[in-house]
Every structure is written in C-alpha cells, then in structure tokens.
C-alpha cells in the first residue's frame, strides 16, 4: 500500500539535512530558510525544487 507523505515534511527534511535551518510559524503555515523572509509552504517546496534538494536524501520530487 502506499503510504501517505507530508511534502512540506519531506522539504523540511531535506533543506535541514543540507545544513540549513527551517522553523515554521505558530501555525505551520509560513516557513523561514536560514532567517530569511516568511515563505508560504508552496514556496519552500518551490525553493527546495529549485535548490536541486529534492536529489538528497529526501523524496522530494
């Protein structure tokens, strides 16, 4: 069966596992890479895709 994966999830590990720092807002909604500007959870996975991330040890695709 498959299993069901949380893509942000998977993002957060990936970007944290290349030696950034991600924290999120009380309400898991905006995200923040390194201290950087708030980033909607669309736009870290965007920035993820586009870091080339998702060939690390995620399965971000």
């Known amino acids: 069966m498959f299993e069901e994966t949380d893509p942000i999830a ?4 990936v970007i944290t596992s290349r030696g950034h720092t991600v924290e999120a807002d009380d309400d898991f909604e905006n995200w923040r ?6 980033l909607t959870a669309g736009d870290l996975l965007a920035l993820a895709i586009c870091l080339g991330l998702n060939a690390g040890t995620g399965r971000l695709q």
């Open 33 to 38: 890479v390194d201290g950087g500007n708030w």
């Open 10 to 13: 998977e993002a957060v590990t």
